[in-house]
Nanobody, 119 residues
Framework: QVQLVESGGGLVQAGGSLRVSCAAS????????MGWYRQPPGKERELVAL???????NYADSVKGRFTISRDSAKNTVDLQMDSLKPEDTAVYYC?????????????WGQGTQVTVSS
């Protein structure tokens, strides 16, 4: 199994910045891609940003130019730097990792961290 532990998040005013981080741990696993999803109140979970094992990135249109995803493959961590935050960025942010454990691929999720942007 793989465990994902998130940190960061919190409350910030519109226009401010926050950083959320995620660390993966476990035994005998490899990570293909890592990413961040978010679930705003009363809405479906949506992709925010994704980074592959070759550092290719993909961003939701709503965050392009404001958010930056980065990854440290040696430490199995992924960070999301969020700048120019807007109230509509308010959501629970979830870390995701596509991992291979003993030859079996699967998706793993963190517990979520709250990001609240006040107007």
């Amino acid at each position: 199994q793989v465990q994902l532990v998130e940190s960061g998040g919190g409350l910030v005013q519109a226009g401010g910045s926050l950083r959320v981080s995620c660390a993966a741990s476990g035994r005998r696993f490899s990570i293909r891609a890592m990413g961040w999803y978010r679930q705003p109140p009363g809405k479906e979970r949506e992709l925010v940003a994704l980074i592959t094992s070759t550092s290719r990135t993909n961003y939701a249109d709503s965050v392009k130019g404001r958010f930056t995803i980065s990854r440290d493959s040696a430490k199995n961590t992924v960070d999301l730097q969020m700048d120019s935050l807007k109230p509509e960025d308010t959501a629970v942010y979830y870390c995701n990792a596509e991992c291979v454990v003993r030859g079996t691929a699967g998706d793993y999720w963190g517990q979520g961290t709250q990001v609240t942007v006040s107007s």
